[in-house]
């Protein structure tokens, strides 16, 4: 299976590191802000953990198991309803992430602390000098003309194609040199940000030039102050405390900017020590109550979401919101922004009604200040209609995808890759109502926008390649959908290497899918390899690797291998319990599956009390109306038909009945499942009763 994602984008600022050393760690940044809190913190749900609704369950006698899977940290910033890595939103760079599993991190947004230059307009293949014919100069660099070298790497950095595709590393800082090392990565040719190792090469190039120019600041500095010092006896203040903004500024600016490529690439350990030091000097220079350190706390908060430590990433949230407010009033963008943060990190942690106040509350900013129609007001209706859909209030989620939608096309063009995001939402969202053609034609569209922007092997591809190959995965077209999966690894290898994080998601989908066509060893490497990914990359005591541990327990079920699936399953959902707490959303995935697990070896008692705590779970969570709840009383309805209690199974499975009636519509196939489970529990009730 795939994984299913979520829509919401979430706004992150920009830092740059090369091997510096910083004095700053994340524990000492926790263990300052304990010695100052005076409340408890903040408990957080659900990230980018959605899961992707099942599709339709087989009747009775078989037990339903959700085919669904927590969602795997994925690339850069992506649309998730089938795989991910943002969770907030980003108004100027937003690109919504969608996970084919349970929910990967919906969208972490970003928000550039270095100067903040128009974005420019995508550029058309005529005019970047594109040809449809690679071959035209081979694999050689666009500087110096030479073909590939062992001492010197031959990468595509960016958008260009044909001739102007690739260049050395060598050329490309050389050429980043000429220009002055800016700190904003983007090719002036196509338009569009470097990637890959490229990027970080340029970003590292631009931090070093930075810190240099820093370091004479400081020197200069310095002798005028013990100049000074000579004639009226002041003591010099030689630390960075007493630097003045204007002299750390493009300091901050770099680091900002490669600790968000870093975290885009999943190298969150390499990022933390810049954006926390970028923290420090704002403070140092501005003092704590300054918007630019109300931008750091949300770079750092972006940080913590990345790596799951959701309590800690509300906390900076908060304080950045409460910044915000103090020094730029209630109306301004960049609490608008904040507010957009604070709502999706609210929706993964199930905490909806809440969520929904600072979504709307973000978006009625936005609309007051840019108007109706601007991008940003876009993307605020996309966060929103996540939420909703996430909440199954589909009826109100579509029309504002549809107007998000609108909207891009109206100001950015038919085939802007910022549409990408919101045609791959409401695609999701069609593909959960049955409408099957509409999301094919919606994917489609995401897919021919990318590929014409970014070409056939950008990493920003793999977005909508996996929802397409989910879609197909719900159809039974798994030829097809293994065809696109395999193409979602290979771009992802290229573009990261074979064992990085970014890798771990793409191994997943692939897997997922495999176990269901029978290759089970295959899926099996595959998982354990993403397993040990992701314990390289976040540990063992992560959601993310919690995530692998339970697919690992899906694939043995399909194996039939009852006992180590029931490991499997117990262990993630242990790990789930630990990190999470016991009443977070993610844990109704775990549930689902350990109660499947249970009945099909008939220990019905024990499958009965798990499935009535995920009942119980999704009702406090979801609500007892809502489409989790539902799938919670057809797993119970099934069971009880298993356990020869059809009459226990009745009023279960007609509470399912009446909301999926009522989400989804009288025809659509899951209805038309309850039905047909209805009819027999009915029936076999009868029976027993003439009995």
Request: glycine share 6%; with cysteine.
């Amino acid at each position: 299976m795939c994984q299913a994602a979520s829509c919401s984008e979430l706004q992150v600022p920009v830092v740059n590191a090369c091997a510096m050393k910083c004095s700053h760690s994340l524990e000492q940044e926790r263990n300052k802000r304990a010695s100052l809190q005076n409340d408890t913190d903040h408990e957080m749900d659900n990230s980018n953990a959605t899961a992707d609704t099942p599709g339709v369950k087989a009747s009775y006698p078989l037990i339903p198991l959700p085919d669904r899977v927590d969602q795997v940290l994925s690339a850069p910033d992506q649309v998730q309803p089938v795989v991910p890595l943002s969770m907030m939103e980003q108004p100027q760079e937003h690109q919504d992430a969608i996970c084919m599993t349970a929910a990967s991190w919906a969208s972490f947004g970003k928000e550039s602390q270095a100067s903040c230059c128009e974005e420019p307009e995508v550029t058309s293949a005529e005019e970047v000098g594109m040809v449809d014919d690679d071959e035209a100069l081979g694999d050689c660099c666009r500087v110096c003309f030479e073909g590939h070298s062992l001492s010197d790497e031959l990468v595509s950095p960016c958008a260009c194609r044909g001739s102007s595709a690739n260049v050395h590393i060598s050329c490309l800082r050389q050429w980043h040199s000429s220009r002055g090392c800016p700190v904003t990565l983007m090719c002036p040719t196509c338009g569009q940000p470097y990637h890959g190792s490229g990027a970080r090469q340029l970003a590292h190039l631009s931090l070093e030039v930075a810190e240099r120019v820093y370091n004479q600041r400081r020197a200069q500095s310095r002798a005028g102050s013990n100049a000074v010092q000579a004639d009226d006896n002041v003591r010099t203040i030689a630390a960075e405390a007493g630097t003045a903004w204007e002299d750390v500024a493009d300091l901050v600016a770099a680091l900002n900017a490669l600790a968000h490529l870093l975290v885009q690439q999943g190298m969150l350990r390499d990022a933390a020590p810049l954006y926390l030091r970028a923290k420090a000097l704002a403070e140092q220079a501005l003092g704590p109550e300054h918007p630019n350190v109300a931008t750091a706390l949300n770079n750092l908060a972006a940080l913590l979401y990345s790596n799951g430590d959701h309590s800690e990433a509300k906390y900076y949230l908060e304080q950045s919101l409460a910044v915000r407010e103090a020094a730029l009033g209630a109306n301004h963008l960049d609490v608008a922004q904040s507010l957009n943060n604070l709502a999706v990190l609210l929706n993964q942690q199930g905490q909806y009604d809440e969520a929904q106040r600072y979504h709307e509350r973000s978006l009625r900013i936005r609309q007051e200040v840019l108007g109706s129609h601007h991008p940003d007001v876009a993307t605020s209706l996309n966060n929103l209609a996540d939420l909703l859909w996430k909440q199954g209030k589909y009826d109100e989620a579509e029309p504002v995808y549809q107007s998000a939608l609108r909207i891009k096309e109206l100001v950015l063009g038919p085939d802007h890759p910022k549409l990408v995001p919101s045609l791959i939402g409401l695609a999701g969202l069609m593909k959960e109502r049955g409408r099957q053609s509409e999301a094919r034609r919606l994917l489609m569209q995401a897919l021919q926008i990318t590929e014409k922007v970014y070409g056939p092997d950008h990493p920003d591809l793999t977005v909508a390649l996996n929802n397409l190959a989910g879609l197909l995965t719900a159809q039974g077209k798994f030829s097809e959908a293994e065809t696109m999966l395999r193409r979602c690894l290979r771009i992802s290898e290229t573009a990261y290497g074979a064992n990085h994080v970014n890798q771990a998601a793409p191994l997943n989908n692939l897997a997922g899918l495999l176990s269901k066509t029978n290759k089970v060893d295959e899926a099996v490497a595959l998982l354990e390899h993403a397993r040990a990914i992701n314990e390289r990359a976040y540990g063992t005591e992560h959601p993310t690797t919690a995530g692998n541990i339970k697919w690992l327990g899906r694939v043995y079920q399909q194996k039939r291998d009852y006992r180590k699936a029931q490991e499997f399953i117990m262990h993630g959902l242990h790990l789930d319990e630990n990190i999470l707490g016991p009443d977070h959303p993610l844990l109704l995935d775990s549930l689902s599956n350990l109660g499947g697990i249970l009945a099909v070896q008939k220990l019905h008692a024990q499958a009965e009390g798990v499935f009535m705590r995920s009942l119980a779970l999704a009702e406090k969570v979801h609500g007892p109306a809502a489409q989790e709840t539902a799938w919670q009383l057809f797993y119970l309805g099934t069971l009880m038909n298993s356990a020869d209690r059809p009459q226990e199974a009745i009023p279960m499975f007609q509470r399912a009945l009446a909301i999926w009636e009522r989400v989804l519509g009288k025809q659509h196939p899951q209805v038309l499942a309850v039905v047909n489970n209805l009819a027999y529990s009915c029936k076999a009730a009868c029976v027993q009763i003439v009995v």
